[in-house]
């Protein structure tokens, strides 16, 4: 069996698969693939920083709605960013062909 080299984390990139912000079950926005993926986590820290920032003020405004849903939209915004990353941590490397095909023993 051989062995697959796996890329070291500062290499791994996002994939671009996780949609977020639904309009009439179709997706607005995705998440872009090649981004390095602590630069991804980072950005996803900033987003919640944010949001929890919003929702702490929201609880001293006259109009707390408008902070709410910007609160809202940049968690989806988060939560996106870090499934995207979630699935490129968690999928398993590429078989070669000799791997994929089971051998027969007789």
Not at 20 to 46: E, G
Not at 63 to 74: G, M, N
């Amino acid at each position: 069996m051989s062995k697959t080299n796996s890329p070291a984390p500062s290499e791994l990139k996002t994939i671009g698969f996780t949609p977020f912000m639904y309009i009439s079950d179709q997706p607005l926005f995705h998440v872009c693939r090649n981004v390095p993926i602590a630069d991804a986590l980072a950005q996803a820290s900033d987003l919640l920083f944010l949001a929890k920032s919003l929702t702490v003020d929201s609880t001293y405004a006259q109009s707390p709605d408008r902070h709410a849903w910007a609160a809202h939209y940049l968690t989806a915004m988060s939560k996106a960013v870090i499934d995207d990353v979630v699935k490129v941590l968690t999928r398993r490397p590429a078989q070669t062909t000799r791997e994929a095909v089971p051998s027969k023993n007789i």
